[in-house]
């Protein structure tokens, strides 16, 4: 018998999974196995963490400790084995928990990193010199930086951040770890010592306060010989007090209300944000934590929900869109945001939200059977993603263990079954209006006004010029030289190379041993890209039920599910050029009133009708986050519900009603976004870049929002001088080109088979007056539509400045084939995924100096695009440069291919394939995607495995040569870029010396022409995100 006890063990009632749950007697370490049909095994490491202070120790942790750790005291051995391993590390630190994943193709990778990432966890070296370069510093030329630094300067000033912190502020009292922000202030981590990490990685990390969740096909033997086997080495518990749950600082409901406002850096001053947060039920009152979940969901999702539609589906809008969540903490903690807030409404929010939530909170007012259709909604949700995933379980296992008993009693009941669900289910009208009136009336809210403020936004870049200035004079130039020597030497110290004897000791997993998702392909009506295997069961029985003149393509994946999931897919070139920049007002269709037998259906009704009987809609450009050409209307749904969810589609293809007031809602919320749009200097870079590659015909330009601006407020214009009839006959017409027999590509996922008419049920699906003897029209690509900018990528070079973006986005493009099955394809990914590896050239040169957050390759075959990506670049030139000089020595032999990162490379490659395959549902439109749209057969990834064993580091290198190289030679590729307005020049001036046009262009602030100032480096406006970093093993698809 070993030191670990089984504590809980059960089958879930709602997912195809089981768990088990141990705890060992001698150290209190907590293991978890969920065993799930899947290629990919995952696992999730969770630490407790708590800290009464701002200090971002658990942060920190967060980083430090993929440094090294006793038994391999190397930085980078952890992630540089992963390459190898088929595996990809992550984690993320939230305000009560610190989570490290892994993420592997097969078990035998996994089991073999299993006890070497644990050892990194509670055994980490900290080393000044870790912590010098990971959390902050001073370089040669004063500046800050750091990699959690430069993460958190990043988010600290952006609304939604201040928001959130000025919440739990004044939710909770100033002891309470719950009020602390973990991820660290800027003020806080420029004084955080070595020691204070130290100290709270002893107090923390402990085996009682580490729980290990691995969930996938495992063999439970070997997993619990690992964990015996490291559980040996940790010393006994101690009594220690867990987080949060032993703690003094207990959370309470607010005796009075709490009203704060709060400004936020922005030259934009026309929208701001109001935050609501209550105090919930208990975290062990499962029934009254997924009702309250649900209420808010009652109250805010869709544009039926009393507060969506009393405030954002309006003329006039009091917010473009509402957030809503919880916070599992030892009560849960109920939050309400109101974005795009017009400042003039931001006094005013705070009693409209009152009066609507009292308003509705009777008997007389609430809803019921709405109530109850959300609860069985919400119900088939959980039954759908469990199917798919074992992430929700994982989710549900870590909060059990931050808050739930330590026997597992708890466990079994909150997440076994759906006796929760039963139970609320039952509730009657009196008890929700009760517990509507308990929790979100009655009790006081701390209720957070954000407003944007321009003297702030001044007075920051002030305050930023000015430190660099004082910082300069105080260390002068000596002292500046010793700091950039004490860096140099603290990163060779980091730098030391892991020994190969080390890397060799670990056996590498054979990827012929991974299990790929398989399902049966079926090919009916217009289909002639399927070979149907006639002698599969499930095919003939699908082929049996279909009419002999069944006038649709339908392509059927047929594996067992309890839900069924139908993509329609368009062609857009269907739609007039001039019509394309409606496409986003068009995609609201699912939220419109009807005309059905002359009867006119209110969109409330629509709604609601779609709610109840479908499990989730949408119609958006795209299939599966690839072909931005297409257009997709997509369905999920019970089987149950499958003929229904035909019916709804027929519905809203041609009964909807283009209605004047629900046009005008839709219009409304695209303007008032726009000053969210203007402060992401992602989506920035993403509309110059699609600006200047694609044409007018190109769907995705046509959708970029940015660009639309003027064409929103002249529809919004038109509107308010009569002229609605103009838009409503553009609409029909994209109505009257896009739904025809011959523009449809019906794809069908699920267990078709065991219905009873899976095929005859589409008979009634088009009007008569839709059939045609039309061919079938092809599928849209997007290099079809390149500008004569993106045909060439040269010469060219492309900056949009914002004040609201400090940090830097830059992409340099250059052209690689639009063939799927080019031969260079193979060769390309590994090169892409070499040069972005976790501690690979890219990693060690830009993002571990400082330069830059991130920096990548992406692929997108589509555009025929090959891009070098700076991500929140600290020094996007240097960036450029260092990604130059990688690049250029690999190419001409000055530097060798490491032998570890090639195979690495194709090992990355293989966890991609199986992670993006990691359920049926995703597996079948992955096989749709190979075989019909990219033409490379329905067994792609078997092949595509086989066609990387035979790149070479010969073929490695010809292809940097061929196509990477080009990347940074002005002749061959275009540059676009997003930088702060102060920072133009000087961008504009490197690009220039490196022989590009350059074009500048500022980013509009309606109503605005005040000029911007000097400011300094701050990054931008993206939420935290730590650990390794992946890409599409096909393509990046940032089109």
């Known amino acids: 018998m070993g030191s670990f006890e ?131 510093h001073v370089d040669g030329e004063a500046k800050e930086k750091g990699v959690v630094f430069s993460e958190m300067q990043g988010i600290q000033n952006q609304p939604w951040f201040q928001t959130a912190l000025a919440s739990q502020r004044a939710l909770f009292d100033s002891k309470s770890g719950y009020s602390s922000e973990t991820g660290g202030l800027m003020e806080n981590l420029r004084v955080l010592d070595n020691a204070t990490i130290r100290e709270f990685h002893e107090s923390s990390y402990r085996a009682s306060n580490l729980c290990v969740i691995v969930s996938g096909v495992v063999d439970e033997d070997e ?57 919930g039920p208990e975290y062990y009152k499962n029934d009254e934590d997924l009702a309250i979940t649900l209420l808010l969901e009652y109250l805010c999702d869709s544009s039926i929900a009393i507060l969506t539609k009393t405030l954002v589906e309006i003329d006039d809008p009091w917010s473009s869109y509402l957030e809503y969540n919880t916070d599992d903490f030892t009560f849960i903690i109920a939050n309400i945001k109101l974005n795009d807030v017009p400042t003039d409404k931001l006094p005013l929010v705070k009693e409209k939200v009152y009066e609507l939530l009292k308003e509705q909170a009777t008997v007389e007012k609430f809803d019921l059977g709405r109530m109850r259709e959300i609860i069985l909604n919400a119900k088939k949700r ?15 296992v870590i909060t059990d263990f931050l808050y739930g008993d330590l026997e597992g009693k708890a466990l079994t009941k909150n997440i076994s079954s759906l006796d929760d669900y039963r139970t609320i289910l039952e509730w009657d009208l009196e008890k929700w209006v009760f517990f509507f009136n308990y929790y979100l009336v009655e009790n006081k809210a701390a209720v957070i006004i954000a407003k944007p403020s321009k003297v702030l936004y001044k007075s920051l870049k002030d305050s930023n010029k000015k430190l660099i200035e004082e910082r300069k004079e105080k260390l002068g130039e000596e002292g500046l030289r010793k700091l950039e020597q004490k860096l140099q030497d603290a990163q060779a110290k980091n730098d030391t190379p892991i020994p190969e004897s080390i890397l060799n000791a670990f056996e590498k997993p054979d990827p012929a041993r991974i299990k790929f998702i398989n399902t049966t392909t079926v090919g009916l009506g217009l289909n002639r890209d399927v070979e149907n295997d006639l002698s599969d069961e499930n095919t003939q029985k699908i082929l049996n039920d279909t009419p002999a003149d069944l006038p649709l393509y339908i392509n059927v994946d047929q594996f067992k599910s309890e839900f069924i999931s139908i993509n329609v897919l368009m062609s857009s070139r269907e739609i007039p050029e001039r019509l394309l920049p409606y496409f986003d007002i068009f995609v609201e269709i699912f939220s419109l009133p009807m005309l059905v037998n002359g009867e006119t259906i209110p969109y409330e009704e629509v709604v609601k009708g779609l709610q109840n009987d479908l499990v989730d809609h949408s119609l958006d450009g795209s299939f599966k986050n690839q072909f931005s050409e297409v257009i997709n209307a997509s369905v999920q749904v019970n089987k149950e519900n499958y003929a229904k969810a035909i019916e709804w589609l027929r519905k809203i293809f041609w009964n909807t009603v283009f209605d004047e007031t629900r046009i005008k809602v839709t219009i409304d919320k695209l303007i008032n976004s726009l000053p969210s749009y203007k402060r992401s200097g992602e989506t920035l870079l993403n509309s110059i870049n699609t600006k200047y590659c694609l044409s007018k015909r190109s769907l995705k330009a046509s959708r970029d929002t940015l660009s639309n601006e003027e064409f929103y407020r002249s529809l919004s214009s038109k509107i308010a001088d009569g002229e609605f009839a103009s838009i409503q006959r553009d609409l029909e017409t994209i109505r009257e080109c896009l739904f025809k027999a011959n523009n449809f590509r019906v794809i069908l996922a699920g267990d078709l088979s065991s219905l009873e008419h899976p095929i005859q049920a589409w008979k009634e699906f088009l009007p008569a007056s839709k059939l045609t003897k039309e061919p079938l029209l092809p599928v849209p690509r997007t290099f079809e539509v390149r500008t004569h900018v993106g045909e060439k990528l040269s010469k060219k070079a492309y900056i949009i400045t914002a004040p609201a973006s400090e940090s830097t986005f830059l992409l340099a493009s250059t052209n690689i084939p639009t063939d799927y099955n080019d031969e260079d394809m193979a060769a390309l990914a590994l090169t892409s995924s070499y040069l972005q590896a976790v501690e690979g050239p890219f990693w060690r040169g830009i993002r571990g100096t400082g330069l830059a957050y991130g920096a990548n390759v992406g692929r997108s075959v589509e555009s025929g695009q090959l891009s070098f990506d700076v ?150 406006d993206s939420e935290e995100e730590t650990g390794s970093e992946s890409e599409s093993y096909d393509e990046s698809d940032s089109e």
């Not at 969920?34 to 967060?62: Q, W, Y």
């Not at 987080?243 to 009075?256: C, G, M, W």
């Not at 010809?958 to 030679?969: A, C, E, G, M, P």
Request: glycine letters at 6%.
């Open 6 to 136: 089984l504590l809980t063990k059960f089958d879930f009632e709602y997912a195809p999974s089981s768990l088990k749950k141990w705890r060992s007697k001698r150290t209190g370490l907590q293991a978890v196995l969920i065993s799930k049909d899947t290629p990919v095994v995952h696992g999730h490491f969770a630490v407790a963490t708590e800290v009464e202070d701002d200090s971002g120790t658990p942060h920190t942790l967060e980083h430090l400790v993929f440094m090294g750790s006793a038994k391999y005291p190397y930085k980078g051995l952890l992630d540089t084995l992963g390459n190898v391993m088929f595996s990809n590390t992550n984690a993320w630190t939230a305000t009560d928990q610190t989570v490290y994943t892994l993420t592997t193709a097969g078990w035998d990778g996994f089991k073999t990193l299993l006890p070497v990432y644990l050892d990194h966890v509670i055994n980490p070296t900290l080393t000044d010199e870790a912590c010098y370069t990971e959390v902050y």
């Open 382 to 396: 959980l039954l759908l993603a469990a199917e798919k995933s074992a992430d929700i379980l994982s989710d549900a």
């Open 871 to 1020: 991500y929140r670049g600290a020094n996007a030139v240097e960036a450029f440069q260092v990604a130059k000089k990688i690049v250029v020595d690999l190419a001409s032999g000055e530097t060798e291919i490491d032998n570890t990162l090639f195979e690495g490379a194709m090992s990355t490659l293989v966890n991609t394939i199986a992670s993006s395959e990691g359920n049926f549902f995703s597996s079948a439109g992955a096989k749709y995607m190979d075989n019909v749209l990219k033409k490379r057969g329905p067994h792609f990834n078997t092949k595509f495995i086989k066609q990387l064993k035979q790149v070479t580091k010969q073929d490695m290198v010809n292809i940097l040569q061929k196509y990477y190289v080009k990347i940074f030679d002005s002749e061959t590729s275009s540059v676009f870029a997003c930088t702060h307005t102060s920072k133009g020049e000087e961008l504009k001036a490197f690009l220039s010396s490196e022989g590009y046009e350059v074009n500048v262009e500022e980013v509009a602030i309606h109503g605005d022409e005040e000029d911007d100032e000097d400011g300094e480096d701050e990054d931008d």
């Open 223 to 279: 997993f619990l010989r690992i964990m015996e086997d490291f559980d040996s080495e940790l010393p006994p518990a101690e009594d220690s007090k867990r987080p949060f749950v032993d703690s003094k600082a207990q959370i309470a409901r607010l005796d009075k209300e709490v009203v704060k406002e709060i400004e936020f850096s922005e030259k934009d001053e026309s929208y701001g944000e109001v935050n609501f947060s209550w105090v």
